[in-house]
């Protein structure tokens, strides 16, 4: 039985004082879930989220990561840095990484590859546009950048990923899939999984669906038969939303 695991990624919002009262705020609404809860937070919020968030359920996450390890990157931050202050997840090939700063399936997979050598469990952000979705080729978009960023993992590793189904044209925009499609895009990706590194692994990875998830359509999402979880926008930003969701079976 896969947990359901609920991500929140604040993007570029929140400063640390922010930060803290927010953990603080949701700490005691989320205490008595059954459902992993992550944060995903700025740079500059780490180390507060991080000292935080000890002694409670709530994991921290970062929103990115280079794939080396040092070197003269300027402005990156490398895994064994995250690690080094705590991160347990780091979000990966988000749509806006792709669109925006040009990171190609290959580079995705890097850093796939990167952060499990830090110890870092990677959520994997797969998803086609509009225009893809009208053409027919959602299913081949998202399964191939699912079989790219998973290559040359072991077999651990794969079962270990969480892969992150936010369809591009439902990020931010107040658009969500009905449920039926989210979970048939979801299933798509499993089986994908499936056909290559075998059913029972498929089984074992949780995917997220991540695209305007909100406390008034998370039961109904969450709830279907392949869907593990949600990677969140804009309603991580509030406690009482986020919480709604993370305890939306309650």
């Known amino acids: 039985m896969r947990k359901k695991v609920i991500a929140g990624n604040w993007k570029m919002n929140m400063l640390?004082?922010?930060?803290?009262?927010?953990i603080n705020d949701l700490e005691p609404l989320v205490k008595g879930t059954e459902n992993e809860v992550i944060?995903?937070?700025?740079?500059?919020?780490?180390?507060?989220?991080?000292?935080?968030?000890?002694?409670?359920?709530?994991?921290?996450?970062?929103?990115?990561?280079?794939?080396?390890?040092?070197?003269?990157?300027?402005?990156?931050?490398?895994?064994?840095?995250?690690?080094?202050?705590?991160?347990?997840?780091?979000?990966?090939?988000?749509?806006?990484?792709?669109?925006?700063f040009m990171e190609t399936d290959e580079i995705v997979n890097k850093k796939v590859k990167s952060a499990f050598k830090y110890g870092l469990l990677p959520i994997?952000?797969?998803?086609?546009?509009?225009?893809?979705?009208?053409?027919?080729?959602?299913?081949?978009?998202?399964?191939?950048?699912?079989e790219k960023a998973l290559d040359g993992l072991e077999i651990s590793q794969i079962e270990n990923t969480i892969i992150a189904y936010e369809p591009v044209w439902a990020i931010g925009t107040g658009k969500t899939a009905t449920s039926e499609d989210a979970n048939d895009a979801i299933k798509e990706i499993r089986k994908k999984i499936g056909g290559k590194y075998g059913q029972d692994t498929a089984e074992r990875v949780i995917i997220l669906y991540g695209g305007s998830m909100k406390p008034t359509n998370a039961k109904e999402l969450l709830e279907m038969s392949d869907i593990d979880g949600g990677l969140i926008g804009g309603a991580s930003l509030l406690a009482d939303d986020f919480s709604k969701i993370v305890n939306y079976n309650k």
């Open 16 to 22: 640390p004082n922010e930060a803290i009262q927010m």
């Open 39 to 100: 944060l995903c937070v700025p740079y500059i919020d780490i180390f507060y989220a991080t000292l935080n968030a000890q002694n409670t359920n709530i994991k921290i996450g970062a929103q990115n990561m280079h794939f080396e390890e040092k070197g003269a990157y300027t402005g990156e931050i490398s895994g064994q840095m995250l690690k080094s202050v705590g991160v347990d997840y780091v979000i990966i090939g988000h749509s806006e990484r792709r669109q925006y």
């Open 124 to 146: 994997v952000c797969v998803g086609e546009t509009l225009e893809q979705r009208e053409s027919g080729n959602a299913y081949d978009i998202i399964t191939n950048q699912t």
